[in-house]
Nanobody, 119 residues
Framework: QVQLVESGGGSVQAGGSLRLSCAASGRTFSSSNIAWFRQAPGKERERVAAISSSGGSTYYSDPVKGRFTISRDNAKNTVFLQMDSLKPEDTAVYYC????????????WGQGTQVTVSS
């Protein structure tokens, strides 16, 4: 199994940047696909970025394309989400999630970290 802990959230003005970190424990991390989700009050949970176990394949949702970058360092058991050109609509709780490469659902979730973007 994989255990995940997010960090790096905070408050920033529009146009600013933040880098989120997802620290993982467990021997299966290197074989897990990792994704970042976010959920704002009154809105549905949204998958904003994902990365394959090797780091060779990535996914971004349309609202964050060109602004967010996901990466991973398997040697350090850490996944990052670099968020640039932040907008007020990016305000949400951001969650890190993991699944096996042969699994559709994300079975492991962190506690979340708050990101607030002011205009």
């Amino acid at each position: 199994q994989v255990q995940l802990v997010e960090s790096g959230g905070g408050s920033v003005q529009a146009g600013g940047s933040l880098r989120l970190s997802c620290a993982a424990s467990g021997r299966t991390f290197s074989s897990s696909n990792i994704a970042w989700f976010r959920q704002a009050p009154g809105k549905e949970r949204e998958r904003v970025a994902a990365i394959s176990s090797s780091g060779g394949s990535t996914y971004y949702s349309d609202p964050v394309k060109g602004r967010f970058t996901i990466s991973r360092d398997n040697a350090k058991n850490t996944v990052f989400l670099q968020m640039d050109s932040l907008k007020p609509e990016d305000t949400a709780v951001y969650y890190c999630a993991a699944r096996g490469s042969a699994t559709i659902n994300y079975n492991y979730w962190g506690q979340g970290t708050q990101v607030t973007v002011s205009s």
